[in-house]
């Protein structure tokens, strides 16, 4: 959201760094408008009942064909469909992966799955960061 978007540009340019390219969009699967329910402490996610409308884009449209090298997500359980709109950059450039894959009991097992068809030649590995399923990541090299 535009609050978060804020934030993040004057924390960067506050600590130094200005070698990066901050976009105003929401990773989904296309352009389109996306309802985003902010929650209290700076967290939000994709809602249909969320009163914020943001712009979502697909990472292949803003890349363009441009080379992917690596590709981090946590974003609140649109990761599926973020990678669905990365699915031309994941075919051409089998860019490392690190994917959240907790919000959603389906992501552990459609995630993978979407990516093997992507890219038979994935290496997969799960880790968990906590001793809970929260903070569970799906690297594929």
């Not at 329910?37 to 449209?61: L, P, W």
Request: glycine share 8%; net charge neutral.
């Amino acid at each position: 959201d535009k609050d978060c978007y804020q934030k993040i540009l004057r924390n960067c340019t506050t600590n130094g760094i200005h070698n990066f390219s901050l976009l105003p969009y929401a990773t989904w699967n296309k352009n389109e408008e996306i309802n985003f329910s902010n929650s209290v402490g700076g967290g939000g996610k994709v809602s249909e009942d969320g009163r914020t409308i943001i712009a979502g884009e697909s990472i292949d449209n803003v890349l363009k064909g441009d080379r992917a090298t690596f590709i981090k997500m946590d974003v609140e359980g649109a990761e599926l469909k973020s990678l669905i709109g990365a699915e031309n950059t994941i075919k051409n450039y089998k860019p490392r992966l690190a994917i959240s894959i907790y919000h959603k009991p389906s992501d552990i097992y459609e995630i993978p799955q979407l990516l093997m068809e992507y890219r038979p030649d994935y290496r997969f590995y799960i880790r968990h960061y906590t001793s809970y399923i929260w903070e569970t990541v799906l690297y594929a090299i």
